[in-house]
C-alpha cells in the first residue's frame, strides 16, 4: 500500500499490539508482530512524507517544531545511554514495545491534527468495540486472550465520547461500557472501572463550572490532590471501594505504593532528570524476596508498571515532560480556552483523565491504547483551532469561517 490509510493504519497497530508475545514460544505470531509493526510505521512515513497537502491542513501549532527537535534531541541521548549499558540489545531497543517504541504513538498526534474526515475513524472504534463485545461474551481460547480483550477494550471509552455528540452510537457504547465494568471484575484489569469513573466524574465537574476557567482549575487539582490520596492511601481505598461496590473477585491488593518507594530509592539525582536510556532497569526487592512465587518476573525490572515511573525510567523528567507536552497542550486548549467544539471538550476530558492515570498506570508503550490516546488530541486539538470564538485564529487559518458551528462555549 502506498497510500497513507487511516484505517490500515490503526488496523495494523491493533495486530501489533495483540500479536506481541514471547518470540521463543510463538515464533509466528512475532513474524507477523513485525509485519505490522513495520507496516504501521510505513503509514506514518507515508503520512509525514507522500500525502499531499490540502487546502483544509492546519498549519502546526508554535510549540510543535520545538517539542519534535526537542524529542529528537533526547531520543539521541537516551540511545547514546544505551550504547553504554552492558546489557545493550539492538534487538530489544528496536523491536520491544516498551524500549525505543515508545515514542511512536506521539506521532499519531500530527495525524489527528490533520484529520478532517472522522467518520472512519469512529466507524473503526465501532467496530472494535463489537469485536470486544463478542470476545468477552463468547470467549475464545487461545495465548493472551486477557491482552487482546483489554486492547480491544481501549476503544470503548473513545467511542463514548463521538456517541455523545452523535446519537447513533449511544446504544452501543452504553453497551460495551457495561461490558468493560463487568471485565473489569473478572480480570485483574482494574484500572478499567478506574478510568470510566474519573472519567465521567470529571466530565460531570467540568461540564457543571463550564463557564468559569478557575472552577475548571480547581477541579483539575482537587482531582490531582484525591489521586495522591488514592496512591499514599490504596490498600484503605481498595478495601473501601470492594466493600462499597461488592465485586467478587476484584483484586483489592495494593501493587503500586511498593513501586514508587523502590524506583524512587534505586534512581540517582542525575538520573531522575535524565533516566538511564530505553533499556534501563531497576532493582526491586519485592521480586527478589518472591522470585519464585511470580513465575519468572526477575527482580531487575524493565518496566516499573506505572506510567509515570516508567517515563521516569527511561528517559527522566526531560522524558516525561515531552511525553505529556501535547496531551497537556489540548487540555489546555480544550478547557481553557473559549471555543464551540463539544467534542473537543469531550476529548479534553478524556485527555485529562488519562494523565491522571498516568500515575497509576498507563505504562508508555508501543500499544493500540496510545495510538488513541495522542491521535484523539490531535483531532481535539484540531477541532478547538477550528472553532475558537477569537479573532485572531480566524484569521492565521484559513478556511475557519465556514466550519465553525453554533454551540455552547466551553
Given at each position: 500500500m502506498r497510500r497513507y490509510s487511516l484505517t490500515f493504519f490503526f488496523s495494523c497497530v491493533l495486530l501489533a499490539t495483540i500479536l506481541f508475545d514471547d518470540p521463543h514460544k510463538y515464533l509466528a505470531k512475532r513474524i507477523i508482530y513485525l509485519v505490522c509493526l513495520a507496516l504501521s510505521i510505513y503509514q506514518l512515513y507515508l503520512f509525514r512524507y507522500k500525502r499531499p497537502e490540502t487546502v483544509v491542513d492546519l498549519p502546526t501549532p508554535r510549540w510543535y517544531r520545538i517539542w519534535i527537535q526537542c524529542l529528537i534531541g533526547f531520543t539521541c541521548l537516551a540511545l547514546f545511554m544505551d550504547l553504554r549499558n552492558p546489557q545493550f540489545s539492538l534487538i530489544t531497543i528496536v523491536n520491544h514495545p516498551l524500549a525505543l517504541l515508545t515514542i511512536v504513538p506521539m506521532f499519531s498526534f500530527q495525524l489527528g491534527y490533520q484529520t478532517i474526515d472522522i467518520d472512519k475513524f469512529i466507524k473503526f472504534l465501532l467496530v472494535t468495540a463489537i469485536l470486544f463485545g463478542i470476545l468477552f461474551l463468547f470467549p475464545i481460547s487461545f495465548q493472551n486472550f486477557q491482552g487482546a480483550s483489554?486492547?480491544?477494550?481501549?476503544?470503548?471509552?473513545?467511542?463514548?465520547?463521538?456517541?455523545?455528540?452523535?446519537?447513533?452510537?449511544?446504544?452501543?457504547?452504553?453497551?460495551?461500557?457495561?461490558?468493560s465494568i463487568a471485565m473489569s471484575q473478572v480480570t485483574d484489569a482494574r484500572t478499567i472501572i478506574l478510568?470510566?469513573?474519573?472519567?465521567?466524574?470529571?466530565?460531570?465537574?467540568?461540564?457543571?463550572?463550564?463557564?468559569?476557567?478557575?472552577?475548571?482549575?480547581?477541579?483539575?487539582?482537587?482531582?490531582?490532590?484525591?489521586?495522591?490520596?488514592?496512591?499514599?492511601?490504596?490498600?484503605?481505598?481498595?478495601?473501601?471501594?470492594?466493600?462499597?461496590?461488592?465485586?467478587?473477585?476484584?483484586?483489592?491488593?495494593?501493587?503500586?505504593?511498593?513501586?514508587?518507594?523502590?524506583?524512587?530509592?534505586?534512581?540517582?539525582p542525575a538520573e531522575m532528570i535524565f533516566g538511564r536510556g530505553f533499556l534501563g532497569t531497576y532493582f526491586s526487592p519485592y521480586f527478589l524476596a518472591n522470585t519464585q512465587d511470580l513465575d519468572g518476573d526477575y527482580y531487575y525490572r524493565f518496566s516499573a508498571e506505572v506510567g509515570f515511573l516508567q517515563l521516569l525510567l527511561k528517559g527522566g523528567l526531560v522524558y516525561f515532560l515531552l511525553y505529556i507536552t501535547p496531551l497537556v497542550a489540548v487540555v489546555r486548549r480544550g478547557l481553557f480556552t473559549r471555543h464551540k467544539s463539544r467534542i473537543g471538550f469531550y476529548i479534553s476530558v478524556y485527555i485529562l483523565c488519562e494523565l491522571l492515570i498516568l500515575f497509576i498506570e498507563n505504562i508508555p508503550s508501543y500499544h493500540f491504547q496510545f495510538f488513541i490516546i495522542f491521535f484523539l488530541a490531535g483531532y481535539g486539538y484540531r477541532q478547538t483551532v477550528l472553532e475558537a470564538t477569537t479573532a485572531p485564529n480566524r484569521e492565521v487559518y484559513h478556511n475557519t469561517n465556514t466550519l465553525l458551528q453554533p454551540g455552547a462555549l466551553y
Amino acid at each position: 500500500m502506498r497510500r497513507y490509510s487511516l484505517t490500515f493504519f490503526f488496523s495494523c497497530v491493533l495486530l501489533a499490539t495483540i500479536l506481541f508475545d514471547d518470540p521463543h514460544k510463538y515464533l509466528a505470531k512475532r513474524i507477523i508482530y513485525l509485519v505490522c509493526l513495520a507496516l504501521s510505521i510505513y503509514q506514518l512515513y507515508l503520512f509525514r512524507y507522500k500525502r499531499p497537502e490540502t487546502v483544509v491542513d492546519l498549519p502546526t501549532p508554535r510549540w510543535y517544531r520545538i517539542w519534535i527537535q526537542c524529542l529528537i534531541g533526547f531520543t539521541c541521548l537516551a540511545l547514546f545511554m544505551d550504547l553504554r549499558n552492558p546489557q545493550f540489545s539492538l534487538i530489544t531497543i528496536v523491536n520491544h514495545p516498551l524500549a525505543l517504541l515508545t515514542i511512536v504513538p506521539m506521532f499519531s498526534f500530527q495525524l489527528g491534527y490533520q484529520t478532517i474526515d472522522i467518520d472512519k475513524f469512529i466507524k473503526f472504534l465501532l467496530v472494535t468495540a463489537i469485536l470486544f463485545g463478542i470476545l468477552f461474551l463468547f470467549p475464545i481460547s487461545f495465548q493472551n486472550f486477557q491482552g487482546a480483550s483489554t486492547a480491544l477494550c481501549y476503544a470503548v471509552l473513545p467511542l463514548s465520547l463521538f456517541a455523545m455528540d452523535r446519537k447513533k452510537y449511544r446504544l452501543v457504547a452504553i453497551l460495551m461500557i457495561v461490558l468493560s465494568i463487568a471485565m473489569s471484575q473478572v480480570t485483574d484489569a482494574r484500572t478499567i472501572i478506574l478510568r470510566i469513573l474519573i472519567f465521567f466524574g470529571l466530565l460531570v465537574a467540568m461540564s457543571t463550572v463550564k463557564k468559569w476557567s478557575s472552577l475548571k482549575l480547581l477541579v483539575v487539582l482537587i482531582t490531582g490532590f484525591m489521586i495522591y490520596q488514592f496512591l499514599v492511601n490504596l490498600q484503605a481505598w481498595l478495601d473501601l471501594f470492594t466493600s462499597f461496590v461488592k465485586l467478587k473477585g476484584f483484586d483489592d491488593q495494593d501493587t503500586r505504593t511498593f513501586i514508587y518507594e523502590e524506583v524512587f530509592g534505586d534512581m540517582r539525582p542525575a538520573e531522575m532528570i535524565f533516566g538511564r536510556g530505553f533499556l534501563g532497569t531497576y532493582f526491586s526487592p519485592y521480586f527478589l524476596a518472591n522470585t519464585q512465587d511470580l513465575d519468572g518476573d526477575y527482580y531487575y525490572r524493565f518496566s516499573a508498571e506505572v506510567g509515570f515511573l516508567q517515563l521516569l525510567l527511561k528517559g527522566g523528567l526531560v522524558y516525561f515532560l515531552l511525553y505529556i507536552t501535547p496531551l497537556v497542550a489540548v487540555v489546555r486548549r480544550g478547557l481553557f480556552t473559549r471555543h464551540k467544539s463539544r467534542i473537543g471538550f469531550y476529548i479534553s476530558v478524556y485527555i485529562l483523565c488519562e494523565l491522571l492515570i498516568l500515575f497509576i498506570e498507563n505504562i508508555p508503550s508501543y500499544h493500540f491504547q496510545f495510538f488513541i490516546i495522542f491521535f484523539l488530541a490531535g483531532y481535539g486539538y484540531r477541532q478547538t483551532v477550528l472553532e475558537a470564538t477569537t479573532a485572531p485564529n480566524r484569521e492565521v487559518y484559513h478556511n475557519t469561517n465556514t466550519l465553525l458551528q453554533p454551540g455552547a462555549l466551553y
